[in-house]
């Protein structure tokens, strides 16, 4: 997890970290030189986002106190304070164990929203743009329960409002239909 972690913000960076950075257990706050603001941005319909960002499908918070570890806070925290707050994350995305069986609903949604708050308290300057995914499933392909799944995620996100909502893994859905209309 480590190595993916130190990745995404080695590709934030723009090559600002050394080979140390990557050292195993190496925290991200290793000696490095100092990072440029993220300067490519691109245009998602009307939101504005950072051309790189994190995904969050490997993150879990630590077994022992259900918080982030220091290295997702280091990452979260600079990623900001370089202006590249993009931090997509799932509804279905949770442990390692869980989310490969399916069952780790909302867990990494509750952990990006402490690392988000967390960077708040921090000030940091550029709030992060949060994108979470919806999972169709065969009890779940109506527009109401896309609503009712909506309405969860960002409740463990602890928004207002979803920057960006997406449909994960869409044509699974599609194909169910199709068998079911046959």
């Given at each position: 997890?480590?190595?993916?972690?130190?990745?995404?913000?080695?590709?934030?960076?723009?090559?600002?970290?050394?080979?140390?950075?990557?050292?195993?257990?190496?925290?991200?706050?290793?000696?490095?030189?100092?990072?440029?603001?993220?300067?490519?941005?691109?245009?998602?319909?009307?939101?504005?986002?950072?051309?790189?960002?994190?995904?969050?499908?490997?993150?879990?918070?630590?077994?022992?106190?259900?918080?982030?570890?220091?290295?997702?806070?280091?990452?979260?925290?600079?990623?900001?304070?370089?202006?590249?707050?993009?931090?997509?994350?799932?509804?279905?995305?949770?442990?390692?164990?869980?989310?490969?069986?399916?069952?780790?609903?909302?867990?990494?949604?509750?952990?990006?929203?402490?690392?988000?708050?967390?960077?708040?308290?921090?000030?940091?300057?550029?709030?992060?743009?949060?994108?979470?995914?919806f999972t169709p499933s065969p009890w779940r392909t109506?527009?109401?329960?896309?609503?009712?799944?909506?309405?969860?995620?960002?409740?463990?996100?602890?928004?207002?409002?979803?920057?960006?909502?997406?449909?994960?893994?869409?044509?699974?859905?599609?194909?169910?239909?199709?068998?079911?209309?046959?």
């Amino acid at each position: 997890m480590r190595y993916y972690q130190t990745a995404v913000l080695h590709l934030l960076s723009a090559g600002a970290f050394t080979a140390h950075a990557f050292a195993p257990g190496a925290l991200l706050s290793s000696p490095v030189a100092e990072a440029p603001a993220i300067s490519d941005w691109t245009q998602v319909g009307s939101l504005t986002v950072p051309s790189v960002g994190c995904g969050t499908i490997a993150w879990s918070a630590d077994k022992a106190t259900g918080r982030p570890g220091p290295e997702l806070e280091e990452l979260v925290s600079r990623a900001c304070e370089k202006g590249g707050g993009f931090l997509d994350t799932g509804e279905r995305y949770g442990s390692h164990a869980k989310t490969a069986f399916g069952m780790g609903w909302g867990e990494t949604e509750r952990l990006v929203q402490q690392l988000v708050r967390d960077a708040d308290a921090e000030g940091v300057a550029t709030p992060p743009v949060v994108a979470t995914k919806f999972t169709p499933s065969p009890w779940r392909t109506t527009a109401e329960s896309v609503v009712e799944a909506c309405e969860e995620s960002r409740k463990r996100l602890g928004v207002d409002s979803i920057d960006l909502y997406q449909i994960q893994m869409p044509d699974i859905v599609k194909v169910r239909r199709v068998e079911v209309l046959r």
